[in-house]
């Protein structure tokens, strides 16, 4: 549909080049006001690089920038917010220590001869959350509040500055599914208000829920304008710039291996509590349930990381020690994390460095690193993950999630790792290495490995899982074959467990008290 | 365009090349440092020829021994990310111990060296271990050791100086030419190279400072490292405190204060970020250099001692703005 009224915000043949990489190639994109605009690519195809020209951190090489129709120059940060543009990044800008009213008024604390007016500070941010239709206590440290409500203090504070376009970062990314409704309904509110949005999101489901157009960017290049009910496969070959046969390649096993992996009674203090389950060579098991049902505690329990109350872990017929992360990795058992900056990679080291720490120790001889041999293992199996770098010596930072995720997965490979547990292993990574890692779960299974999946996307667990174990609230729910497994019957025993005392105490907005 | 090139267009994955000026350039800026200590050099010998004399050389390496040695043991805690602030007491105490075992309690010689790398060695893993099990930040817990540390030197010597044995003292002198507080350096020097780069506790140590979760999840004994690691800090700070107890042939209550300070400092100088996950041995080594080579010149210079204090403060400065300058725009 040709809209007439002139666009909020106008990015008009703007390219951007570092050194001699051309980041951005001539992209147009409009932002109109009361519409949301949705920015699609994978990871390196330029969407972050178009947001900090749109905010003032970087400025384009060449091309324009309009607001209103009337070219401008956004220099930094401060002119963007001046022209009413504002951006809740990924990592949120907020002070934990410091209440809500003190985050959503900081930088322009009202103030009566430099002491702080606190009615008014009080009433600014009152009325800030009002207009989200947010009810929490102005007076909480923000680190106490869930990141849902982070986030939407963060808004909360864009719209008092008089934001009229809002840039949103993956605000999805840490949300679980009725956290993601109600900053819809918001999202939705504001477009009623005639906010201005440019959304990213790796979620193509969500896409037509919130969107009203999508522009798909791909190698820095403007690939095209589409509406924003496009289907996915649509989108994905847009994306990728090639039709994805298959988003789950899942091969599943002709018939049941050996158990690998055998866990009972497995018991955690307030975490989880009895749970059993095995898993076999050849087999991939995906735990499902809602965030918080306790699923990355049994993973770190089984692992060893944290301690147990009780229970044992069998891992090949041997009873494998609790809290004892350096025998399990002996006996072949990998993890890979949840977070993979925070937990998964030393990210100032090397991609070499970053593969061969779990094998550092044992091939070392007499204490000192097997360094030629470290070395051309983690060349080898790079090699066969295809993990797209520079070389062994590259810092991993540089990297795609998508890759790093992959030297994650290497690293236990050189570690000859006889099952895996997965922890959300496709998250902030894009549909083609998604395949990609996919495609490395089958080979670990196809050559008598097995693995644990814990993923939050049910398509995922879904579609690569041979057996669903559900979680409600630290028990097991239920398992389920892969045959049998549905979204709903998963999602009926995720929240099986949940007494309604759980869900009285975190809501998440007013308007959003009822669930979908 | 195919999508196996999406990996590429992030600025930071294009293979860097560069050659002959660029190259130099390139090393110049890694090894900032150095650079600065030779230009330091060369504008001192213009300024004052007696600079480069063999003495005035010698004199500066025996100058930077104890503090270099220091920080070679220092440089492993802030690869970890952690800091020691204890090194300069607990080198003055294993010193104390020494000596006294000598002195009051007829203890061999050759049997005090090693009370006194012992002490120093005990007193660095009893941080080590608050730090890594009782989990009290290191700035704490080596602010305590200092105090401990720093009092059980005076309660041992009632606060006189007490002789030191033969071994010790010959640490502090010369075999035939070659000055043993510099050979102590240099054998500290090529330890602490040695291992960083090449045994698995070393490497270890850059994965705990780089992210200690990653480095647990990856099987690493992260507590029994941390532990070894301030047990190593220690070990080196008695080392450094019996050379500077050789060179006088005794052990004073007073001795090594404040040398904590210069030791890290000349880690930072040499390119160590506190933050973790980087620092090397030749850039410790260059940066006790530096220290030394700016008093010594500023001395030479007839530049009173209060002045060295600011000179110093403001070279910390610049060595640490420049890194903080050199790695924002690597990026």
Not at chain 1, 125 to 146: F, N, S, T, Y
Not at chain 1, 352 to 367: E, I, P, Q, V, W
Request: with cysteine; glycine share 10%; aromatic share 4%.
């Amino acid at each position: 549909m040709p809209d007439q009224r002139t666009p909020l915000l106008t990015l008009k043949s703007v390219s951007k080049s570092f050194g001699p990489v051309k980041v951005i190639d001539d992209v147009t994109v409009d932002v109109r006001a009361g519409e949301v605009e949705v920015l699609l690519g994978e990871n390196g195809a330029g969407k972050s690089t178009l947001i900090k020209m749109m905010s003032g951190i970087y400025q384009p090489d060449t091309g324009r920038i309009l607001v209103d129709g009337q070219p401008v120059h956004l220099p930094d940060v401060k002119a963007a917010e001046a022209h009413g543009i504002a951006t809740i990044h990924q990592e949120l800008n907020l002070v934990p220590q410091l209440s809500v009213a003190e985050n959503i008024t900081l930088g322009r604390t009202p103030q009566r001869f430099g002491v702080v007016d606190k009615p008014r500070m009080n009433a600014v941010a009152r009325e800030a959350l009002e207009r989200i239709g947010l009810d929490v206590p102005l007076a909480k440290p923000v680190g106490e509040l869930g990141v849902a409500r982070q986030q939407l203090v963060e808004i909360a504070k864009a719209l008092s500055q008089d934001a009229r376009l809002l840039i949103l970062d993956e605000p999805t990314a840490a949300l679980t599914g009725r956290e993601i409704d109600a900053l819809f309904e918001v999202v939705d509110d504001l477009k009623r208000r005639g906010v201005g949005m440019v959304f990213i999101s790796h979620h193509l489901d969500e896409i037509p829920r919130i969107g009203d157009s999508i522009s798909v960017l791909r190698d820095g290049q403007f690939v095209a304008q589409v509406p924003a009910n496009t289907s996915q496969d649509n989108l994905i070959a847009l994306m990728v710039g090639r039709d994805i046969d298959d988003q789950f390649p899942r091969k599943r096993p002709e018939e049941q291996g050996e158990p690998l992996l055998e866990v009972q009674g497995l018991s955690s203090g307030e975490a989880f509590e009895d749970v059993n389950f095995s898993v076999h060579a050849g087999e991939v098991l995906g735990i499902a349930g809602l965030v918080g049902a306790g699923r990355t505690e049994v993973l770190r329990a089984i692992f060893g990381v944290d301690p147990y109350d009780s229970g044992s872990v069998t891992l090949q017929g041997k009873a494998l020690p609790p809290h004892d992360v350096g025998r399990s990795i002996a006996e072949g058992l990998g993890l890979v994390p949840e977070d993979r900056k925070s937990q998964g990679l030393v990210l100032d080291a090397s991609v070499g460095d970053n593969a061969g720490l779990a094998t550092l120790r044992s091939t070392s001889k007499f204490g000192l690193v097997d360094r030629s041999g470290q070395r051309s293992r983690a060349q080898v199996v790079t090699d066969q993950l295809a993990v797209r770098m520079a070389g062994l010596d590259q810092p991993i930072r540089d990297l795609s999630g998508g890759n790093q995720q992959k030297v994650v997965f290497a690293r236990w490979v050189m570690a000859d790792a006889k099952v895996l547990l997965l922890d959300e292993p496709t998250r902030g990574v894009d549909v083609g290495a998604k395949v990609e890692i996919y495609e490395l779960i089958n080979e670990i299974t196809s050559l008598g490995g097995a693995v644990v999946m814990v993923s939050s996307e049910l398509p995922e667990v879904l579609g690569m899982s041979d057996r669903v174990l559900v979680m409600s609230n630290g028990r097991v729910a239920g398992v389920l074959d892969a045959d049998d497994a549905t979204e709903d019957s998963v999602m009926a025993l995720a929240v099986s467990e949940v007494t309604s005392a759980v869900t009285a105490s975190e809501p998440s907005t007013k308007s959003a008290g009822t669930p979908s | 365009m195919t999508a196996t090139a999406t990996s590429n267009t992030k600025p930071a994955d294009r293979p860097n090349r560069p050659s002959g000026a660029a190259r130099l350039g390139q090393w110049a800026m890694n090894n900032g440092a150095l650079v600065g200590l030779i230009l330091l050099c060369l504008a001192l010998f213009i300024a004052t020829p007696d600079f480069l004399k063999l003495d005035n050389l010698v004199n500066i390496g025996i100058q930077a021994s104890v503090v270099a040695i220091m920080a070679f043991g220092m440089t492993f805690v802030i690869v970890t990310a952690g800091i020691d602030l204890s090194v300069g007491a607990v080198a003055a105490l294993g010193a104390m111990v020494s000596a006294y075992s000598f002195s009051t309690l007829g203890l061999p010689g050759i049997l005090t060296l090693f009370i006194g790398l012992l002490i120093g060695a005990l007193a660095g893993a009893i941080s080590g271990l608050s730090i890594a099990y009782g989990k009290l930040p290191a700035f704490i817990a080596t602010l305590a050791m200092m105090s401990v540390a720093r009092g059980l030197t005076l309660v041992i010597s009632d606060g006189t100086p007490i002789p030191t044995s033969g071994s010790v003292s010959l640490l502090g002198s010369s075999i035939g030419a070659f000055p043993v507080p510099i050979i102590a350096m240099v054998i500290a020097g090529l330890l602490c190279w040695f291992v960083l780069s090449r045994t698995v506790l070393g490497r270890s140590m850059y994965a705990i400072g780089g992210n200690e979760e990653a480095a647990r999840l990856s099987g690493l004994p992260v507590k029994r490292i941390l532990v070894t690691v301030y047990a190593l800090a220690g070990l080196f700070a008695g080392l450094a405190g019996m050379v500077l107890a050789g060179r006088l042939s005794s052990a004073g209550p007073q001795a090594g204060v404040g040398y904590e300070l210069d030791a890290i400092a000349a880690v930072v100088i040499g390119g160590a970020s506190l933050s973790g996950g980087s620092g090397r041995a030749t850039g410790t080594l260059v940066g006790a250099i530096l220290l030394a080579v700016i008093r010594n010149g500023l001395n030479l210079l007839n530049v009173s001692s209060f002045w060295q204090q600011v000179v110093i403060g403001l070279v910390i400065a610049l060595a640490v703005g420049f890194d903080v300058l050199r790695r924002k725009t690597a990026r």
